[in-house]
Nanobody, 124 residues
């Protein structure tokens, strides 16, 4: 499975941005897809995840009510709509895919495939 993230950019605090993640290859292997983010010197942090078949959704507390994860199975694409962005949301956002078919992990080490990341910059 190959993942390609896109859509990052510069936005003012309070603004919105949508990032996308297109999957290709053996997409039938995907059980869960997720978004993580990372800032310099810090560990990669869970943001949101969605189960590929049933569409069950999970969010980190820090983004609940502001971010929305979704997927389009026909396009093999996952999205993260980010609203009310804060300076602390600024990070490189990575999409990831996990082959598990039960449960959802919030740990980066449990994900099998990763995209290259897209930078989201939030100006205050």
């Amino acid at each position: 499975v190959q993942l390609q993230a896109s859509g990052g950019g510069l936005v003012q605090a309070g603004g919105s941005l949508r990032v996308s993640c297109a999957a290709s290859g053996r997409t039938s292997d995907i059980g869960v897809m997720g978004w993580f983010r990372q800032t310099p010197g810090k560990e990669r942090q869970f943001v949101a995840a969605i189960t590929w078949t049933s569409g069950r959704i999970y969010y980190a507390d820090s983004v609940k009510g502001r971010f929305t994860i979704s997927r389009d199975n026909a396009k093999n694409t996952m999205y993260l709509q980010m609203n009310s962005l804060k300076p602390e949301d600024m990070a490189v956002y990575y999409c990831a895919a996990d082959r598990r078919t039960f449960g959802v992990s919030f740990m980066p080490r449990d994900y099998d495939y990763w995209g290259r990341g897209t930078l989201v910059t939030v100006s205050s």
